[in-house]
């Protein structure tokens, strides 16, 4: 049973922004750091950045200084703020607890596409 929705993508120009959203259940999200991952065709899944349940967070070093991550307990909701984007950020987004073997169980959500292209 898939426990995240996730929005926010699209078309954008290099150099451009986007901000992705993820709807999460209320089972899970006051219980797991929480992550955003992406995928391109032919290649495994990445994990982007983790935000834990205190605000900790975390990011791969191809998108620090550019991306920003952010949950709002209120709406149980975890965000991706993307600046600066580059064709390479060109992906389907995810988002799921930042542990892999617990996201696999929990399933996985149909993801939002990101595209940035001139």
């Known amino acids: 049973q898939v426990q995240v929705v996730e929005s926010g993508g699209g078309l954008v120009q290099p150099g451009g922004s986007l901000r992705l959203s993820c709807a999460v259940s209320?089972?899970?999200?006051?219980?797991?750091?929480m992550g955003w991952y992406r995928q391109t065709a032919g290649k495994e899944r990445e994990l982007v950045a983790t935000?834990?349940?205190?605000?900790?967070?975390t990011y791969a070093d191809f998108v620090k200084g550019r991306f920003t991550i952010s949950r709002d307990n209120a709406k149980n909701a975890v965000y991706l703020q993307m600046r600066n984007l580059k064709p390479e950020d060109t992906a389907v987004y995810y988002c799921?607890?930042?542990?892999?073997?617990?996201?696999?169980?929990?399933?996985w959500g149909q993801g939002t596409q990101v595209t940035v292209s001139s």
């Open positions: 799921n607890p930042d542990r892999v073997a617990v996201a696999n169980i929990l399933g």
């Open positions: 935000i834990t349940t205190g605000g900790m967070t």
């Open positions: 209320r089972d899970i999200f006051g219980i797991y750091a």
